[in-house]
């Protein structure tokens, strides 16, 4: 009984490569500076909490970077 042993495993270069391009990266990045105004939007220690800037606008922004985000990683 004769035992096998294992060959190294060799890595060609498509392997190496990147999941996504330099692109996707760059746009994945700006959606989650968008995210992060729409969080900085929404905090805030003076004047109403129910105010348009905390209820309706900071979500929104913060709904459009994800939006955003799932483009970029959909791109090709």
Same mark, same amino acid.
């Given at each position: ?12 270069? !498509? =392997? ?6 330099? !692109?996707?990266? =760059? ?47 959909? !791109? !090709?």
């Amino acid at each position: 009984m004769a035992e096998k042993k294992a060959s190294p495993i060799v890595k060609d270069a !498509k =392997q190496s490569e990147l999941v996504f391009s330099k !692109k996707n990266y =760059q746009l994945l990045l700006i959606s989650i500076a968008i995210v992060a105004v729409g969080f900085i939007l929404m905090m805030g220690t003076t004047g109403d909490i129910y105010d348009f800037r905390r209820t309706l606008l900071a979500p929104l922004v913060v709904l459009s970077g994800f939006g955003f985000g799932i483009y970029a990683v959909l !791109k !090709k």
